[in-house]
């Protein structure tokens, strides 16, 4: 916890950022929030109230420090601000990037009643990007083993946060640890999902290098449940297996035309663009480059959808269900596609997807919508007005209306028991219904956060441990 500091008085408004220009960002695919200065850095962190009982600690799903962190780098102590969230937080530059702050830890910021919170994830970025720059080298493999089981091996599929997490920790108690990924590089939705002017894939590389350099191994190209299936990796070498292969299945609207040419899921536009570089010139990825391109959804990957597009020059419109009010997109990201242009027409619904004889798209028909009841989800359930449909004209469209838990793994492993939207059942200590086998992230969850998959893959390392080590048999 924090010491107590000299209070000043209370300044409810923060420290602007520097960010690139609208004008300017749409033209390149760098990031757009530049980070803090230190002088920046530190004007913010003393904004920090250190609090006697801070309710922002509670919001953190990994339960970071944080008045302790910004007190030091209100001293100007970078490096301590980095080590005291590096205590619980393995990926604190991505997650000082990418974590939804504003409805986490700084909606809870004592700051919050009267005026602005505490920048809490820029002043994360801001200490992480200084280790990242300055620090000490990567952590390398532990020289002794701290496990009492030593050398056993654990076998991680995927390479998400989730994964990312549960390796790292694994690592450091002493385990072989291998990585089985079914891409050609790691890092899941990090690397071929957020884009790289949200999250720089350096940044990734980075956090990426620093798991290698604690021993573990990187298995990619390797689709378990195809190349190797989960019983033989139990078979095998393995004495348990982590399975946090996310929720990568796109869902579709179900409306006539949707596979006419220039339909496009999210993950795949998304993955053309980032992980297979579309959007450069000395890559041959084919990605349509529509003068007008039409996003429909309203979370953060139709946002990453929808500016990705406008940097390869079209005009985008966001095709979202609900009002301004509903979007479930970060608001920093909603804030950045309204002044990077892109446009918004709430309360509508795609009913058919429109194209030429020559199976092209050229638009979308969509029907207005009105907002009902509240419905399952807690939001109020958008209803169409009959006889209100309109059109959209686009020759590209694509769909980010939500995506469920990759099915592969449940259908090629005897005895892995699945909730009804797919995704597998675990105990509250992440074991599944397989003994060895563990899971967390996205794959247990269904879609959620970057923050939440590493916390998970955090509680899975350590039952993994206790189950190994034979403490905690959660099958017995
Ligand atoms: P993933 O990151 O999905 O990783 C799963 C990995 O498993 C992938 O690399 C996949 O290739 C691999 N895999 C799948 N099947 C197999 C198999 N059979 N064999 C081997 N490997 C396999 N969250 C936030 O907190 N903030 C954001 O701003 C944000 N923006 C997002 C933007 C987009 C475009 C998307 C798609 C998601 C976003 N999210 C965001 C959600 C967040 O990224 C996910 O919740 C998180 O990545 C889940 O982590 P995971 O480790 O469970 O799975
Ligand atoms: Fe600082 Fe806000 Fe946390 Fe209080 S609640 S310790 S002011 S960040």
Not at 44 to 57: F, V
Not at 91 to 109: F, K, N, S
Not at 420 to 441: C, M, N, Q
Request: net charge negative.
């Amino acid at each position: 916890m924090a010491e107590s500091r000299p209070r000043k008085r209370a300044v409810y408004v923060r420290t602007p950022m520097a960010e690139q220009d609208a004008s300017v960002r749409i033209t390149n695919f760098d990031e757009v929030a530049l980070g803090f200065s230190p002088e920046e850095a530190i004007q913010e962190a003393e904004r920090c109230r250190s609090c006697r009982r801070p309710r922002c600690i509670g919001g953190c799903p990994v339960g970071v420090d944080i008045p302790a962190f910004i007190a030091s780098i209100a001293d100007g102590d970078f490096a301590a601000a980095y080590a005291k969230i590096a205590e619980t937080n393995v990926l604190p530059a991505i997650c000082g990037r990418v974590c939804p702050q504003e409805t986490q830890c700084e909606v809870l910021c004592t700051l919050a009643r009267r005026g602005d919170s505490v920048s809490i994830g820029r002043l994360e970025r801001f200490a992480a990007d200084w280790f990242l720059a300055n620090g000490d080298k990567p952590e390398s493999a532990p020289a002794a083993s701290l496990a009492s089981s030593a050398g056993a091996a654990v076998a991680v599929v995927g390479s998400g946060p989730a994964s990312l997490t549960c390796a790292g920790d694994l690592a450091r108690l002493g385990y072989r640890v291998t990585v089985f990924e079914a891409f050609h590089a790691a890092g899941g939705v990090l690397i071929y999902g957020i884009p790289e002017f949200r999250l720089p894939k350096a940044i990734v590389k980075r956090e990426i290098d620093n798991l290698l350099n604690l021993g573990v191994e990187l298995k990619t190209n390797t689709v378990v449940g195809r190349t190797v299936t989960v019983d033989e990796l139990l078979d095998g070498d393995y004495q348990a297996v982590f399975v946090g292969t996310g929720a990568g299945l796109p869902s579709f609207m179900g409306v006539p035309g949707e596979n006419l040419l220039g339909v496009y899921s999210a993950n795949e536009y998304l993955t053309r663009i980032n992980l297979m570089k579309a959007y450069l010139d000395e890559y041959d990825t084919p990605v349509t480059k529509a003068g007008k391109v039409a996003v429909v959804g309203g979370g953060n990957v139709a946002m990453d959808a929808a500016r990705s597009a406008r940097r390869l020059g079209a005009d985008v419109t966001v095709v979202y269900r609900r009002g301004r009010d509903e979007l479930p997109a970060r608001l920093e990201e909603v804030h950045h596609a309204m002044e990077e242009g892109i446009e918004f027409c709430f309360l509508a619904n795609p009913v058919a997807v429109l194209g030429d004889e020559n199976k092209r798209v050229t638009g979308l028909q969509c029907i207005k919508m009105e907002l009902g009841k509240e419905d399952a989800s807690g939001r109020p359930s958008p209803q169409a007005l009959p006889g209100s449909e309109f059109e959209i004209a686009a020759e590209a469209v694509v769909v980010a209306i939500g995506t469920s838990p990759n099915p592969l793994i449940a259908s090629s492993t005897d005895g892995l028991a699945t909730a009804a939207h797919g995704g597998l059942i675990t105990d509250r200590f992440t074991a599944t219904s397989k003994p060895g086998v563990f899971a967390g992230g996205d794959i247990v969850t269904g879609s959620a956060t970057v923050i939440l998959a590493m916390g998970a893959g955090k509680a899975a390392a350590a039952a993994i441990d206790s189950y190994i080590r034979g403490e905690v048999d959660p099958w017995k």
